[in-house]
């Protein structure tokens, strides 16, 4: 198994650009994630979904969209970026409950300059 | 304040020593986190836990739901030991859906 795998690792954009950064995760979890990681800063929930065509808005959702076809991927939209966007971006599945260990992913490292 | 404090934020280590690390929250939890993050790295699960104690090689966790505050500790240290640690919850409750909250990460580094 391959767990949690994201795409692209590294990005630079151009303000006002947008891309999708992809997530696809191959344990059969129902519950994923996205979460942004800020210098000094504890990483922030930005959306979640608890299964395919469920989504939710996480703590950070301004900016961002998601979509859930699939129970394997999980894919994250940046449109119009800006530089508050600059960040490292983990994507993350569990189990369907609250008591479940997390799988993150490599994580993805977006500059917007 | 935020819900999840880690303790200290930065730490420097000579190999071979005791290290704590500390972790307190404010909120009801069905599950306390403990993960690792190495530079430039991919984040870990090194363990999960809801009550007791949990080991693992020289890792150890513990958890006082009481007083809501759990504890990281590396018997040992070697400086591959040398990495982020981060705390986390999930909360209790049956929307909480495995979202956790995260501390801000204490940054180990274990000198030869």
């Known amino acids: 198994n391959a767990g949690v795998t994201q795409t692209p690792k590294f990005r630079i954009l151009k303000i006002g650009q947008s891309m999708t950064l992809q997530c696809t995760q191959d344990?059969?979890?129902?519950?994923m994630y996205w979460y942004r990681q800020d210098p000094g800063m504890g990483l922030k929930l930005i959306y979640y979904?608890?299964?395919?065509?469920?989504?939710d808005k996480g703590e950070v959702p301004n900016g961002y969209n998601v979509s859930r076809s699939t129970t394997e991927d999980f894919p994250l939209r940046l449109e119009l970026a800006a530089p508050s966007q600059t960040s490292v971006y983990f994507c993350?599945?569990?189990?369907?409950?609250?008591?479940?260990?997390?799988?993150f992913g490599p994580g993805t490292r977006l500059t917007v300059l | 304040k935020n819900e999840v404090e880690q303790s200290p934020q930065n730490l420097t280590a000579q190999e071979g020593e005791f290290i704590t690390i500390n972790c307190s929250y404010s909120?009801?939890?069905?599950?306390l986190h403990w993960l690792q993050q190495h530079p430039g790295g991919g984040i870990v699960s090194l363990f999960m836990?809801?009550?007791g104690k949990k080991k693992h090689g020289r890792l150890i966790a513990t958890i006082n739901i009481q007083e809501k505050h759990s504890s990281l500790h590396i018997t040992a240290s070697h400086p591959r030991d040398s990495a982020v640690y981060i705390c986390?919850?999930?909360?209790?409750?049956?929307?909480?859906?495995?979202?956790?909250?995260f501390g801000q990460g204490t940054i180990l580094t274990v000198h030869p």
């Open positions: 979904s608890v299964g395919a065509g469920i989504t």
């Open positions: 909120v009801g939890i069905s599950a």
């Open positions: 986390a919850v999930s909360q209790f409750g049956g929307t909480s859906y495995g979202k956790l909250t």
């Open positions: 993350a599945s569990g189990g369907t409950s609250s008591y479940n260990e997390q799988f």
């Open positions: 836990l809801s009550s």
């Open positions: 344990m059969n979890h129902n519950y």
